[in-house]
C-alpha cells in the first residue's frame, strides 16, 4: 500500500516483472518491464504519487494516480469530494460568524459522511444547477442526487460531460459516443471518424484526438470547428461566449461567434471537414501551463506551472497570490467574491 490518498499495490515477480494493482478494485493497472535486472527497493515521497524502483542495472522513477482531487464544489458552496469509495461532503457557508477569513488561509469545515460508491471514483462532477453529481471510473457512470445521495441512472462510459444547460454525454470507447437527456434517457448514439481520446462538456460537445479538437452542437451532434492543437484541458465561461483551451504549455482565449454558426446552420449550407471557418475568434494566446480554472465572468482565473493564483483579463495576465503549496480551483462564490482551492489532502 503506497498511502491512503493512492490505494495501489505493487509486486515484482522473479522475471523482474514490477506490476501495480489497485487495492480496493484488485484490478491490475499496470506492468512495467524495463530491462534493467532484479529489482532491490521500491519507495514512494509522501503525497506525491512518485514511486522510485531501484534495479541492478540503474534507477526509475515513475508518478502513480491523478494529479487533480477528485472533488467538485457547486454554485451555493456546497463540496462533494471522493475519498476511496467513501463520498464525503463539506460546505463553506458552515464557517462560523466568528472566524475571520484571511486570503490564504485553511478554512476550519466540518465533513459529513454523504454515503458510499458502488465503484472506484476517478472524477466527480457537479450538473449545472448542483442537484446531481456524476461520478466516473472503471469503465462505468453513476449520476447520484448531490443532497441525499440517491442513485438516478447509470451506464458505461471511459468519460463523462455535462452540458450547459443538463444534458449529458459518455464516451463509451474511442469511436461511440452517446448523448442523454435531462432526463437520462438515450437519444442518439454516433460514431466518431476519428480516435476521440477524450471528451468535454458545456456550451458545446469537444471531442479530442492527440492531435485536435473537434466541437459539436449538442442537439443533433453537427461538427462545429476542428482546431489543430493537442488539448489538455477545456473551460468554458457561464455566458458560453468564452472557452479557454489549455495544451502543455499554453492556453487560448476564444470567443464562440454563437450568431455566425446559427446563421449557417439555418441556411443549409453544407459544413465540410473542418466545419463553420468563423465559429470561433481567437482573442488571446499566454505562454504558460494551467494546472486547473475557472471563469469568473469575462475573467479566466488558474494557477500556473509555478503554483501561483493567476487572473487574465484581456490578454493581461496579474498574479491574485503566491501559494504554498500545490493547491487546485473548485470554484467561486459571487455573494463572497472569493475563489476557493483544495489540495491533495482535501484541505
Same mark, same amino acid.
Given at each position: 500500500?503506497?498511502?491512503?490518498?493512492?490505494?495501489?499495490?505493487?509486486?515484482?515477480?522473479?522475471?523482474?516483472?514490477?506490476?501495480?494493482?489497485?487495492?480496493?478494485?484488485?484490478?491490475?493497472?499496470?506492468?512495467?518491464?524495463?530491462?534493467?535486472?532484479?529489482?532491490?527497493?521500491?519507495?514512494?515521497?509522501?503525497?506525491?504519487?512518485?514511486?522510485?524502483?531501484?534495479?541492478?542495472?540503474?534507477?526509475?522513477?515513475?508518478?502513480?494516480?491523478?494529479?487533480?482531487?477528485?472533488?467538485?464544489?457547486?454554485?451555493?458552496?456546497?463540496?462533494?469530494?471522493?475519498?476511496?469509495?467513501?463520498?464525503?461532503?463539506?460546505?463553506?457557508?458552515?464557517?462560523?460568524?466568528?472566524?475571520?477569513?484571511?486570503?490564504?488561509?485553511?478554512?476550519?469545515?466540518?465533513?459529513?459522511?454523504?454515503?458510499?460508491?458502488?465503484?472506484?471514483?476517478?472524477?466527480?462532477?457537479?450538473?449545472?444547477?448542483?442537484?446531481?453529481?456524476?461520478?466516473?471510473?472503471?469503465?462505468?457512470?453513476?449520476?447520484?442526487?448531490?443532497?441525499?445521495?440517491?442513485?438516478?441512472?447509470?451506464?458505461?462510459?471511459?468519460?463523462?460531460?455535462?452540458?450547459?444547460?443538463?444534458?449529458?454525454?459518455?464516451?463509451?470507447?474511442?469511436?461511440?459516443?452517446?448523448?442523454?437527456?435531462?432526463?437520462?434517457?438515450?437519444?442518439?448514439?454516433?460514431?466518431?471518424?476519428?480516435?476521440?481520446?477524450?471528451?468535454?462538456?458545456?456550451?458545446?460537445?469537444?471531442?479530442?484526438?492527440?492531435?485536435?479538437?473537434?466541437?459539436? &452542437?449538442? $442537439?443533433?451532434?453537427? #461538427?462545429?470547428?476542428?482546431? @489543430?492543437?493537442?488539448?489538455?484541458? +477545456?473551460?468554458? *465561461?457561464? /455566458?458560453?461566449?468564452?472557452?479557454?483551451?489549455?495544451? &502543455?504549455? $499554453?492556453?487560448?482565449? #476564444?470567443?464562440?461567434?454563437? @450568431?455566425?454558426?446559427?446563421?449557417? +446552420?439555418?441556411? *443549409?449550407? /453544407?459544413?465540410?471537414?473542418?466545419?463553420?471557418?468563423?465559429?470561433?475568434?481567437?482573442?488571446?494566446?499566454?505562454?504558460?501551463?494551467?494546472?486547473?480554472?475557472?471563469?469568473?465572468?469575462?475573467?479566466?482565473?488558474?494557477?500556473?506551472?509555478?503554483?501561483?493564483?493567476?487572473?487574465?483579463?484581456?490578454?493581461?495576465?496579474?498574479?491574485?497570490?503566491?501559494?504554498?503549496?500545490?493547491?487546485?480551483?473548485?470554484?467561486?462564490?459571487?455573494?463572497?467574491?472569493?475563489?476557493?482551492?483544495?489540495?491533495?489532502?482535501?484541505?
Amino acid at each position: 500500500m503506497l498511502s491512503p490518498y493512492l490505494p495501489l499495490i505493487i509486486t515484482c515477480s522473479e522475471d523482474c516483472t514490477v506490476r501495480i494493482w489497485h487495492s480496493t478494485t484488485y484490478r491490475l493497472e499496470n506492468t512495467l518491464i524495463y530491462g534493467l535486472e532484479r529489482v532491490w527497493a521500491i519507495g514512494y515521497m509522501k503525497g506525491s504519487g512518485r514511486v522510485v524502483i531501484g534495479y541492478d542495472e540503474g534507477t526509475i522513477m515513475v508518478k502513480l494516480g491523478r494529479e487533480v482531487p477528485v472533488a467538485s464544489m457547486d454554485n451555493s458552496g456546497k463540496i462533494i469530494w471522493a475519498k476511496h469509495n467513501e463520498i464525503q461532503t463539506v460546505n463553506i457557508k458552515s464557517v462560523g460568524a466568528d472566524f475571520e477569513v484571511t486570503d490564504g488561509e485553511r478554512l476550519p469545515l466540518a465533513i459529513k459522511e454523504l454515503g458510499t460508491c458502488d465503484l472506484y471514483p476517478q472524477s466527480l462532477k457537479h450538473n449545472p444547477n448542483g442537484r446531481f453529481v456524476v461520478v466516473c471510473g472503471d469503465g462505468e457512470y453513476i449520476i447520484y442526487t448531490a443532497l441525499a445521495w440517491r442513485n438516478r441512472s447509470y451506464g458505461s462510459a471511459l468519460e463523462f460531460a455535462w452540458s450547459s444547460d443538463g444534458e449529458y454525454a459518455v464516451r463509451e470507447s474511442t469511436s461511440v459516443i452517446k448523448f442523454f437527456t435531462k432526463n437520462f434517457q438515450e437519444k442518439r448514439s454516433i460514431r466518431s471518424t476519428f480516435s476521440a481520446e477524450r471528451i468535454y462538456g458545456g456550451t458545446l460537445l469537444a471531442m479530442c484526438s492527440n492531435e485536435f479538437i473537434c466541437f459539436y &452542437d449538442w $442537439s443533433e451532434c453537427r #461538427l462545429i470547428r476542428r482546431i @489543430d492543437v493537442i488539448v489538455k484541458n +477545456l473551460y468554458w *465561461g457561464d /455566458s458560453g461566449d468564452l472557452v479557454a483551451i489549455a495544451s &502543455d504549455i $499554453s492556453f487560448y482565449i #476564444l470567443k464562440y461567434n454563437r @450568431d455566425i454558426v446559427s446563421s449557417h +446552420l439555418d441556411s *443549409g449550407r /453544407s459544413v465540410d471537414e473542418q466545419g463553420v471557418e468563423d465559429a470561433f475568434e481567437l482573442l488571446h494566446e499566454v505562454n504558460e501551463r494551467v494546472r486547473t480554472g475557472i471563469w469568473v465572468g469575462d475573467c479566466f482565473i488558474y494557477n500556473n506551472s509555478s503554483w501561483r493564483l493567476n487572473y487574465c483579463v484581456g490578454g493581461e495576465v496579474t498574479t491574485m497570490f503566491h501559494l504554498d503549496c500545490p493547491m487546485y480551483l473548485l470554484g467561486y462564490l459571487a455573494n463572497q467574491s472569493r475563489v476557493y482551492l483544495v489540495d491533495k489532502e482535501f484541505k
